[in-house]
């Protein structure tokens, strides 16, 4: 079992900035990849950005070079600095991770860019 959970979302002005973070705790060491998701009303769940174990990342096309995925292993976390905001990152964002073919998600957290 893996639970996550996300915080630092929120409302900022097109052009700001938020850092998102997703504390994991439970079965921890099984985890390989940590991922953020965002999903917008009337939208599918679409990844953001993914971090390995090792520190290898990946990044949606729309994202990249604005948002920055970083993990905290000794303190079991990843984090997401999102830069340049604009209103179509508007979403409510997710943390994930699959262990033993089990898809884990946090409960979500809201960031609201208005222009």
């Known amino acids: 079992q893996v639970q996550l959970v996300e915080s630092g979302g929120g409302l900022v002005q097109a052009g700001g900035s938020l850092r998102l973070s997703c504390a994991a705790s439970?079965?921890?060491?099984?985890?390989?990849?940590l991922a953020w998701y965002r999903q917008a009303p009337g939208k599918q769940r679409e990844l953001v950005a993914a971090?390995?174990?090792?520190?290898?990342?990946n990044y949606a096309g729309s994202v990249k070079g604005r948002f920055t995925i970083s993990r905290d292993n000794a303190k079991n976390t990843v984090y997401l600095q999102m830069n340049s905001l604009k209103p179509e990152d508007t979403a409510v964002y997710y943390c994930?991770?699959?262990?033993?073919?089990?898809?884990?998600w946090g409960q979500g957290t809201q960031v609201t860019v208005s222009s």
């Open positions: 994930n991770t699959v262990v033993l073919s089990t898809n884990y």
């Open positions: 971090i390995t174990s090792g520190g290898t990342t």
């Open positions: 439970g079965s921890i060491g099984s985890i390989k990849y």
